[in-house]
Structure formats: C-alpha cells, structure tokens
C-alpha cells in the first residue's frame, strides 16, 4: 500500500500507559510532522497512534496499536476503509515474562502475604509448610506466541519446567513439551502453575470455564496476562471459593477497571494488577521503534512489520 505520510499524530489515549509527548520527542527526527492529538484531531492525520479505538480513524491511512492485542478494533471496516492497522508485536516478551515471574515467587515465598501483614504492623511468619522453591515445580502456558516465549524463557532460567499449549503441538524453543490445543485439559491437569497468554478471539472467549479450572490440581495457582474475557470469570470466583485452585494471579478481567463489588478483590490469595503486565519506562521507545521502521519500510515501499489489516 502506498500513500503519502506528511502527519503522524500520537492519540492523547496513550497517556494510559505513558505520557504522549514522550513518544512525540522520541520521534521528532522522522522526516514527518508529529504531535499529540485528541479526538478533534485524528482526520487530519495521515497515521494515528493510538490505544483505543476511535471510528473517526477509519478515515486515515494507516493505524498503530500501541499493545499487541487488537481485538477492540473492527477488522471488517478497517479492510472496507482501506486503512492498514499495525500491532506492537513483539515488545512485551521480557517485561510479561518478569511480571509472571514475579506472581510465581510472590506465591513461592509467600511475598503477598509479608506486603499484606505490614499493611498491618503484624509480624508474623508463614507456616512451615506453605513457602516453597521454583526449581522443579511444572507450568503449562498456554499460548506461545510473543508473550508465551518470553515467560517461558523467564521462568526456565527459574528453574520452572515449562510445557506449552498451541494449535498445533509442534515444539517450540524454550518449551520442554508442546500439546496442542484439543489437549488443553490434559495439559492443565496435573502441573501447579497454569499461565493464560494467548489472544483474545472467537475460539479463545471464556477459554477458561468450570470444566478447566475443575480438570486443575486444587493446589495449583492460575495466571492470566491475556484479556479478560479470556476467562469466565465467575467461574474462576467459584472455583477460588471452593477452594479448588490454591490462588490466582490476574492483570485481566471481563470488566476494568474490576468493579470494586467484585469478591476478587477480598481474597488472600489473588493478587491484582491494573493490566499493566507489561508497562516499563521504556514502553514509548519500545513502540517508536516499531514505528520509525514501518515510516522506513513505507518510503522503500516495502511491506509493513506486524501489519494485522
């Protein structure tokens, strides 16, 4: 696709994750205007990056996600409009990757429940019995795209043996065993770490109901750094309730923010997280890169990287 980029304007949308000037300045030596822009402003760009979905975009040529997942964008009028809509793909591996890290050692050495007591002024030790070590322990990730490969990676040099879930079944580096997706049950069943990273779509829309989280062991903690609707989230409530999963560990839910209504937030062995899994401070450069090479592959008329419309 050929058009003629004069200005790329960052959508004040970003400011979620980090503040728009940032990427702006970080940008200023394209060879095209760039600056920050509200909603009256998007038509008059050629490009727009943004984090949410606005309709007037329909109307440039070319779109840049600042997260991986694109599902609130509509492909079908994307494609209608001729507009090409890119992700950023490939920047969150490490920083997912330590993020679930850190909910597995937390649960491990009991680090949740130290931060909890000191909110308290109490000291008081965990039981004997419930502190445990990485090494040897068995996690299946499922999804292992981008994000799957960087947790595994991450929790294999803590000594976690990894198996994975995908469409497929054919092995993947950095996991010692790959099921495919008819398999997940059997995957889950008998392993204390359950990660969820796969994309949010048609087949993957409550991926994790009751018959899943029933098919894992009742000391097994469940992880979720993919979308929320991932998961049906009352059933994983009834599931903690019961006692039937030894915690959980989401940056995700159906609704966010999480309703303060929600039983989620009083449990002692959930840990929340604002879906922020994958926020660094180098989050805007990370997203400049991916967008100075595709302001260079469209002068070369080359194709763009991580075009998903």
């Not at 008059?44 to 943004?50: G, H, L, Q, S």
């Not at 990485?134 to 929790?155: D, I, M, N, R, Y």
């Not at 997203?287 to 595709?294: A, L, P, S, Y």
């Amino acid at each position: 696709m050929e058009f003629e980029l004069e200005r790329l304007g960052v959508h004040e949308s970003v400011e979620a994750v980090f503040p728009p000037v940032e990427l702006v300045d970080y940008l200023a030596d394209l060879p095209v205007a760039v600056s920050v822009i509200g909603d009256d402003g998007i038509t008059a760009c050629d490009a727009v990056i943004t984090l949410e979905y606005r309709e007037a975009v329909l109307e440039v040529d070319w779109v840049h996600s600042i997260q991986a997942g694109v599902d609130r964008f509509p492909f079908d009028a994307f494609e209608d409009a001729g507009v090409v809509l890119t992700n950023s793909t490939g920047i969150h591996d490490r920083t997912v990757g330590e993020t679930v890290a850190g909910y597995l050692l937390s649960f491990s050495r009991r680090l949740h429940d130290h931060v909890a007591n000191q909110q308290e002024r109490r000291w008081e030790r965990p039981e004997w019995d419930a502190a445990f070590t990485l090494p040897g322990s068995t996690a299946c990730v499922v999804g292992t795209g981008t994000l799957g490969k960087g947790v595994a990676e991450t929790l294999g040099a803590l000594g976690v043996d990894l198996r994975g879930v995908r469409r497929s079944g054919d092995p993947v580096p950095s996991f010692d065993e790959v099921y495919a997706n008819d398999r997940l049950l059997e995957a889950i069943a008998d392993v204390e770490f359950v990660i969820v990273t796969v994309p949010l779509t048609d087949e993957t829309n409550h991926l994790f109901d009751a018959a899943a989280f029933e098919a894992m062991r009742d000391d097994a903690y469940f992880v979720n750094v993919a979308r929320g609707s991932v998961v049906d989230e009352p059933a994983l409530i009834d599931a903690l309730e019961a006692d039937a999963l030894a915690g959980a560990a989401l940056d995700v839910f159906e609704e966010e923010p999480l309703p303060e209504s929600s039983p989620l937030w009083g449990m002692d062995e959930v840990i929340i997280s604002p879906h922020c899994a994958a926020y660094t401070r180098d989050y805007f450069r990370d997203i400049g890169d991916i967008v100075r090479e595709n302001v260079d592959r469209l002068e070369t008329g080359e194709e763009f990287h991580n075009r998903v419309v």
